[in-house]
């Protein structure tokens, strides 16, 4: 099965080539398919709202028989009311796009005086084809915020993970991208557990037809 992922993001891309356990998937990007990313804006108040948003604008320019996958990604700290949630990038009254540096320098400063530091990244997925209806997956992975960040952690393109610390691991969400599964007690990412309800549709879908 042909699957696009719906993103001009090549850094989620590499992601999700790693959690690709299906050797009848082919994950082909926009750019494999010759489909340049419209500007869409994305102003839905969850995170499935806004992987739908993008699934719509991009499903015309895709062709019907491949699988589009869409997604929308973020971090909810709880002591924060949930926020940043769906505005981590336009995490401002101005709904100015923050650079990486801006991102973890807001977090920490709101975060200065807070005794609970849980938080939860979230992944959600918006898919479908001509045989597999229209619909939306959701992955958590719930964490700790740090105080200071970890400086290895500071990967462009995802200021929260220099701040993420997964306490049942006893790591850091970006260390633990690199060591398969099974080694680290079956703790999956966010990303990683909406990735696997994707491959049981698909893996469903082809032994219905």
């Known amino acids: 099965m042909e699957v696009v992922f719906g993103t001009s993001n090549p850094a989620k891309v590499d992601d999700i080539r790693k959690l690709i ?37 991009l499903r015309p320019l895709i062709p019907e028989q491949m699988l589009l996958v869409t997604e929308d990604s973020g971090i909810e700290i709880d002591s924060l009311n949930g926020e940043p ?6 995490w401002n009254p101005e709904s100015r796009e923050l650079s990486d540096e801006e ?4 977090t ?19 898919l479908g084809d001509t045989s597999i209806k229209r619909q939306t ?11 200071e960040p970890d400086s290895k952690g500071m990967i462009a393109g995802f200021p929260y993970r220099a701040l993420f610390y997964i306490p049942q691991l006893g790591k850091m969400l970006y260390e633990v991208h690199d060591i ?4 680290r007690n079956n703790v999956a990412t966010h990303r990683e557990k909406a990735w696997m309800k994707l491959e049981e549709i698909i893996n469903e879908h082809s032994h219905n037809t």
Do not use: C, W
């Open 85 to 90: 949630g769906v505005y981590a990038r336009r």
């Open 103 to 106: 991102i973890v320098e807001k």
């Open 180 to 183: 398969p599964l099974q080694q």
């Open 21 to 57: 356990h299906n050797p009848d998937i082919t994950l082909k990007t926009l750019a494999d398919i010759n489909v340049a990313a419209p500007d869409i804006e994305e102003n839905g108040k969850t995170f499935e709202e806004n992987a739908l948003i993008k699934y719509d604008s």
């Open 108 to 126: 920490l400063r709101l975060m200065k005086d807070k005794k609970d530091r849980t938080a939860r990244f979230v992944s959600a997925f918006a």
């Open 137 to 147: 997956l959701r992955g958590e992975l719930v964490g700790e915020i740090l105080t």
